[in-house]
Each structure stands twice: as C-alpha cells, then as structure tokens.
C-alpha cells in the first residue's frame, strides 16, 4: 500500500467531475487500499478518489470508532433521502477549516463495494453527512461552496496563506 498526495482546495482539479468505474479490478482494489491508508494517516473518516486526483466515481469511509470498519462505495448513487440535519463539517481537502453544513439527515445508497457486488445502504446521521460530503467530491464540489463567498474567499486566503508559510 502507498500513501497518495491530498489535493489541497482551491485546487482546480478538486472540480473535476469523476467519470464510472467500468470494472472492478486489481488495479481498483490497490487504489481502494491505498486511499484507506492515505486518509486514516491523515485522521480523516472518508476520502473521494477526487481528492487523490484520481477522478474515478470511488469513495472510502470509516466512521467507525476504532476505524476498522472500512466501507467502500463504488459508482455510489443516491437513490433517496429525507429529512435535514446540519452539522459541523471538515475535509482533508481543506485542512483547518470546519463550519456547519445543511445535508439531507437520512440517504438510501447504492453503489458497488470492493468486489464489485452490488448493495443498497440506508444510512443517517454521521454516516449520511460523510457519503454526501465524499459523493460531492465525485460531482467536483467541496463542501466550503456550501458556504457565504465571504467564507469561501476567506478560506481561499488562510490556505495560500498557510501554503506560503510552509514553503
């Protein structure tokens, strides 16, 4: 397993629109175990294949307190959801930053998982808010254009900021 680079908002690829996996193969599975790898050393609890700039319809969570319960969604759609809930979010895409989001508060989920086997997931709560969070990152958006543009604009600045200081 590898550690893959984090794109880092605004990065213009983190708008790529990510494009169906036509098969589930080996080559899928490595990119599956190496996002598990790259987001629990970032103390993350999902990663979209966007964000690692690979911009296939993938994502990996683990919402799990102990993070042993990896779960995998591959060409993840939505087919339902209901009711609303608001909550603090963040994103390894937008390191430092949390503000409060407004999500449907219960999903049904279908997609495919590590093997290629279909399921339906019904999922609320945390759970919801991560697959919504990670299947926006599939459609190209970041969870900060949920936000005022003076909150957005002044995301923008901290980051480049903060990109400037670390060079």
Known sequence: MALLPILH???PRLHTRATEVTEVD??????????????????????AATQVDVHKRLI????????????????????????IQ?????????????DRVTRAERIVVEALDREGK????????????????????????????YLSQLKQNRI??????RARETL
């Open 118 to 145: 279909p399921f339906t997931l019904e999922a609320e709560g945390l759970l919801a808010t991560c697959i919504q969070h990670e299947m926006d990152h599939l459609d190209g958006k970041v969870f900060v254009e």
């Open 9 to 11: 908002y605004p990065d």
């Open 26 to 47: 080996a080559q899928i599975r490595k990119l599956v175990d190496d996002m598990a790898e790259t987001m629990r050393a970032a103390v993350g609890i999902g990663l």
């Open 60 to 83: 990996v969570l683990d919402v799990s307190q102990d993070q042993q319960h990896l779960q995998v969604f591959i060409n993840p759609k939505l087919v339902s959801k209901d009711g």
């Open 86 to 98: 608001e909550r603090e979010e963040g994103c390894l895409s937008v390191p430092g930053i949390y």
């Open 156 to 161: 923008k600045t901290k980051l480049r900021k």
